[in-house]
Nanobody, 127 residues
């Protein structure tokens, strides 16, 4: 079992940046694939970015590619999402998710793969 706590959300202006963090409990963090998903009001949860458990390979949604960077610090049991060039359409609650085991790209980008979720952190992009 792993518990996830997100932080770093808030209000940003269009074109601005935010850095989200997700702190995980447990001693086997390095064995978990990690991801960020987001959910805007009235919308379904959507994939943003993922990082694999071993190779640290990263995957991004088309909307995140080139603007967001996911990274992990296994020593600190933390995964980060650096968001730049923010747009109003990035406004959503951002959730961190974790899954142990080996998964391919298609699975890592699918919410059903992840049994562990944080409560989320609100990101609002507005002038």
């Amino acid at each position: 079992q792993v518990q996830l706590v997100e932080s770093g959300g808030g209000l940003a202006q269009p074109g601005g940046s935010l850095r989200l963090s997700c702190a995980a409990s447990g001693r086997t963090f390095s064995t978990y694939g990690m991801a960020w998903f987001r959910q805007a009001p009235g919308e379904e949860r959507e994939f943003v970015a993922a990082i694999s458990r071993m190779s640290g390979s990263t995957y991004y949604s088309d909307s995140a590619k080139g603007r967001f960077t996911i990274s992990r610090d296994n020593a600190e049991n933390t995964v980060h999402l650096q968001m730049t060039s923010l747009k109003p359409e990035d406004t959503a609650v951002y959730h961190c998710a974790a899954a142990s085991g080996f998964y391919g790209l298609a699975e890592l980008t699918t919410s059903h793969t992840y049994p562990y979720w944080g409560q989320g952190t609100q990101v609002t992009v507005s002038s």
